[in-house]
């Protein structure tokens, strides 16, 4: 099910209004409030505000992603504006073949398209594989540690206590207002509240308390979000100081904290602060009445490599594949 106001699919259906198959494999989604284009490889059906676009000639994946991503630069942001009236009146620029006829549709260069999408995507994967190598990211295989966290996760043999948070890091530090008129273009993140870009509203060369990486920010609504960088923050911040933790253990720290502390209890009208996170109590897995730091460790290492996997796996079939077409 596609939506304009998410950036495409919000749910699913058994009744798909838009089947794809070998006679159409793909559609174009156009989101009209949102300006986006997704494509759709799988049988579908909208919501309001979208359009479904068929194309009139065989193309390739690679090429359509090409039209889309340069009839996208040419329509103006209107914000919340239908965008669906602009969009199908612009004119867009694609490469031409040399010594092209006067056959507008024959002058494209469907195969330059192609090519460039292909490289691309082979200059990204071969940026991907060189992160998760660096990062230590490509080892996704269990150790039998992390087997066991897991198991007894699932079978519910953790024991768990509750803990405040003021007495396991002392007291929450709130930031600072900073007015977007007065902010300085820099390098240093500023968070403020709010879910887009995980609440970093700029990067700020103004002179601001730094709050460390591998903190935990908790916004004006409850939400906490782990940092992995150092980082400013406005007065709708408040930061828990838990910089002292190993990494995957402050992780799980946060996910913890969110979870007592983004119940809709706060709002624009009552405001989430520091003092509110020094109440706070969380629940956390407990080893000889301590929390159990090690547990956590494991656990957000055992999780983190299934979610990764998946990912290395694709990254390390594709590669193979693009080798295989250079070496023929």
């Known amino acids: 099910m596609y939506s304009s106001d998410n950036n495409g699919v919000v749910g699913y259906t058994d009744m798909p209004t838009y089947i794809c198959d070998e006679s159409r494999k793909f559609y174009v989604v156009f989101g009209d409030h949102t300006r986006?284009?997704?494509?759709?490889?799988?049988?579908?059906?909208?919501l309001d505000n979208v359009k479904v676009l068929k194309p009139l000639q065989r193309v390739s994946l690679r090429q359509l992603l090409f039209i889309i991503s340069s009839w996208k630069k040419e329509i103006p942001d209107l914000g919340?504006?239908?965008?669906?009236?602009?969009?199908?009146?612009?004119?867009?620029?694609?490469?031409?073949?040399?010594?092209?006829?006067?056959?507008?549709?024959?002058?494209?260069?469907?195969?330059?398209?192609?090519?460039?999408?292909?490289?691309?995507?082979?200059?990204?994967?071969?940026?991907?594989?060189?992160?998760?190598?660096?990062?230590g990211l490509k080892?996704?295989?269990?150790?039998?540690?992390?087997?066991?966290?897991?198991?007894?996760?699932?079978?519910?043999?953790?024991?768990?206590?509750?803990?405040?948070?003021?007495?396991?890091?002392?007291k929450s530090t709130r930031g600072k207002r900073l007015k977007s008129a007065d902010r300085i273009a820099g390098d240093l993140p500023f968070v403020t509240a709010g879910e887009a870009?995980?609440?970093?509203?700029?990067?700020?060369?103004?002179?601001?308390?730094?709050?460390?990486?591998?903190?935990?920010?908790?916004d004006m609504f409850g939400s906490a979000k782990y940092r992995d960088y150092d980082y400013g923050g406005d007065?709708?911040?408040?930061?828990?100081?838990?910089?002292?933790?190993?990494?995957?253990?402050?992780?799980?720290?946060?996910?913890?904290?969110h979870k007592s502390s983004y119940t809709g209890k706060f709002s624009y009208s009552r405001n989430f602060y520091a003092k509110d996170a020094d109440e706070l109590n969380i629940q956390l897995p407990t080893s000889n009445q301590q929390p159990d730091y090690s547990f956590m460790e494991i656990l957000i290492s055992a999780v983190q490599k299934l979610v990764i996997k998946d990912v290395v796996r694709y990254a390390d079939s594709k590669?193979?594949?693009?080798?295989?077409?250079?070496?023929?």
């Open 197 to 218: 870009e995980t609440g970093v509203s700029a990067f700020i060369g103004n002179q601001v308390e730094i709050f460390k990486a591998n903190t935990t920010t908790i």
């Open 36 to 46: 986006t284009f997704n494509i759709a490889t799988k049988s579908f059906s909208i």
């Open 80 to 135: 919340y504006a239908r965008h669906w009236k602009i969009a199908k009146e612009v004119k867009l620029s694609l490469p031409i073949k040399p010594n092209a006829n006067s056959d507008k549709l024959a002058q494209i260069d469907f195969d330059f398209m192609e090519n460039f999408i292909s490289q691309l995507e082979a200059f990204r994967l071969s940026q991907l594989e060189a992160y998760l190598l660096v990062t």
């Open 235 to 257: 007065d709708h911040i408040a930061v828990v100081h838990t910089e002292n933790l190993n990494k995957y253990a402050a992780i799980f720290m946060t996910s913890a904290i």
């Open 139 to 170: 080892d996704y295989t269990l150790t039998a540690a992390e087997q066991q966290a897991l198991a007894d996760f699932e079978n519910g043999k953790v024991v768990w206590g509750e803990y405040n948070l003021e007495k396991l890091f002392g």
């Open 319 to 328: 590669i193979a594949a693009t080798k295989q077409v250079i070496n023929g």
